[in-house]
Structure formats: structure tokens, C-alpha cells
């Protein structure tokens, strides 16, 4: 069985209520994270993992997601003629990065059902799930880990990260029994539990691989709150038939789901970036010194 993983699912198709007003005309995915929308982060860590396929699910009002992956050749001809050719190199790029295709989510049902929008894209082949909301500056070496995993053993994979007890109850927490070195079993999750009630100090954080068999499990999920499909109950059913693994890492997620996470991860890749970083970080200093004495 071949178990490559060719394809990577992004559902955005969210309002963004969080970052209103800037929301009202703008995708939240393409508000900017220092000088690039999150959203390209995200493809580019799907490219870097070996994936040359992926299917943004939208909503009404987003197509400058796709305007900014596509060719825009005035653009293009004004910075050649200006002798750009860094940014020119730049722009271009992102209309080769991978093959982008987009499917609309008609009505606001929840993941599991702008999940389930991608299966006529998907068919019958395994598929990378990688929420927007969630940057990971690591090289997509836990992608990349994940997909190792499921071409070994198949099944479906899970991102988990370990968390502060005090943070638990704001995730979807498995109980889990291990595997080998960075890899569990998932068993059951239990979501947003209180710190004395959680399984475990693990986390399911915004990266899954799945086998085609995801979709007939969000096909016989019942709608629940809102009538939405949730995608931990497919998970969960799924694991009925499917092992189900999670791979543990620690490191290298930065959240843009909040304004004040989208804050601290502009802050703390800026500070990363060899070109912005020292005098970024000298700017820093100063305010913080300043405040201090204030």
C-alpha cells in the first residue's frame, strides 16, 4: 500500500471575530506575521514536508487568499523594471510553491465539516490536516515526523505538545499509552478538562494525518453544538477501527489564533530573523528598560 502523503487540507473558512474590525474585509489567515500573511507559513511548512498539493477551504469574502498565491504580472513587470529582483524572486515564488487548489465551506459547521468539503479533492488517498491558526517555525520537522509515522504504520497521527497543567483546560487532552520515544497511542480524549481531570499533560495541537477513512467517520458524526461537526469525535470514532497515534513534541508552535498570541509570535519570529533581530531586539530592550523606570 502506497502511503505517501502527497496532499495537505487548510480549513479557513472562520469569520475571524477575534481580530474585528481588521477582519471585516480581510481574511484573518492573511493578517501579517511580521512581513508575511500566517497563511503562507503554513503552505511553506507543508512544501518543506514534501507536499505539493493542497486545498484551502474558504468562505465567502476570502479570495485574496488566493490572489496571493496566484501570478499578478503587472506586479511582476514593475519590479523587474525597478531592478527588484529579490522581491520579484519573492512574489513569484509563492505561485510555485505547491499546487493550490480552493473549495468553499457554504455555512460555518464546524472543523469536521470544512474538513469533510476537501473529500471529492482528496478521494481516496491520505491527507494532511494543518490549521491556520497554529505557525510551526521548526523546519516542519514535526510534519515531517508525522508523516513517517503514518507511511510505518498508518493509522492516523495527532500532534500533541506538553503543556502547563494550568494551560490543560484549553485543549483537547488524550489519555495515552506509549509506543516509543515521542510516539503514543491515543485511547481516548477528553476535551478541556481541568487540570485535576486530564489524562495526561499532552495537548492535540492543529496538525492530524489521516487515512481516507476520516471521512466516513465525519459522515456518520452527529452535528452537535450550533449543529457543527466536531473533528475529535471523528477521531474518535475512527479509532474504532484505526489506531490512532500521537506524535510528541515540544517545541517550535506559535499560536495566531488570539491577538495577544498573534502579538507574541510576531514578536518572537522577528526576534529569530538574522535581518531583524539584533536591532529588534535592541528596540525591545530599551521599551522594556524605559517601562521599567517609568
Not at 494550568?166 to 506509549?178: F, K, L
Not at 497511542?185 to 481531570?197: A, L, S, T
Request: aromatic share 6%.
Amino acid at each position: 500500500m502506497d502511503r505517501r502523503v502527497r496532499t495537505a487540507v487548510i480549513p479557513a473558512a472562520g469569520l475571524g471575530t477575534r481580530f474585528l474590525p481588521a477582519t471585516k474585509a480581510q481574511p484573518k489567515e492573511m493578517l501579517t506575521v511580521v512581513d508575511r500573511p500566517a497563511i503562507q507559513y503554513v503552505v511553506e511548512e507543508a512544501a518543506a514536508a514534501g507536499i505539493d498539493n493542497v486545498m484551502v477551504v474558504t468562505s465567502r469574502g476570502k479570495s485574496s487568499m488566493e490572489d496571493h498565491f496566484d501570478r499578478m504580472p503587472e506586479l511582476e513587470a514593475a519590479l523587474e523594471g525597478k531592478g527588484k529582483t529579490e522581491a520579484l524572486e519573492a512574489v513569484v515564488a509563492l505561485a510555485s510553491v505547491v499546487r493550490m487548489h480552493y473549495a468553499r465551506q457554504a455555512e460555518p459547521l464546524g472543523l469536521g465539516h470544512a474538513v469533510a468539503v476537501a473529500r471529492d479533492h482528496v478521494r481516496d488517498q491520505p491527507f494532511a490536516v494543518l490549521l491556520p491558526d497554529e505557525i510551526m517555525a521548526d523546519g516542519a520537522t514535526v510534519l515531517r515526523g508525522m508523516l513517517e509515522t503514518y507511511s510505518e504504520r498508518g493509522g492516523a497521527v495527532v500532534a500533541l505538545k506538553r503543556v502547563p497543567p494550568a494551560e490543560i483546560s484549553a485543549y483537547g487532552c488524550p489519555r495515552v499509552e506509549p509506543v516509543e520515544e515521542g510516539l503514543v497511542r491515543i485511547q481516548e480524549v477528553v476535551e478541556k478538562p481541568e487540570p485535576d481531570e486530564a489524562p495526561s499533560d499532552l495537548a492535540v495541537t492543529g496538525r492530524y494525518v489521516f487515512p481516507p477513512g476520516i471521512f466516513d467517520a465525519l459522515d456518520q458524526v452527529k452535528p452537535g453544538k450550533g449543529g457543527e461537526i466536531q473533528l475529535t469525535d471523528a477521531i474518535a470514532l475512527l479509532g474504532q477501527s484505526e489506531p490512532v497515534y500521537g506524535w510528541v513534541f515540544e517545541e517550535g508552535r506559535y499560536d495566531v489564533g488570539k491577538p495577544a498570541d498573534h502579538l507574541k509570535a510576531t514578536v518572537e519570529l522577528a526576534l529569530a530573523r538574522d535581518d531583524l533581530g539584533p536591532e529588534f531586539g535592541a528596540f525591545l530592550a530599551d521599551v522594556v528598560s524605559r517601562h521599567q523606570l517609568g
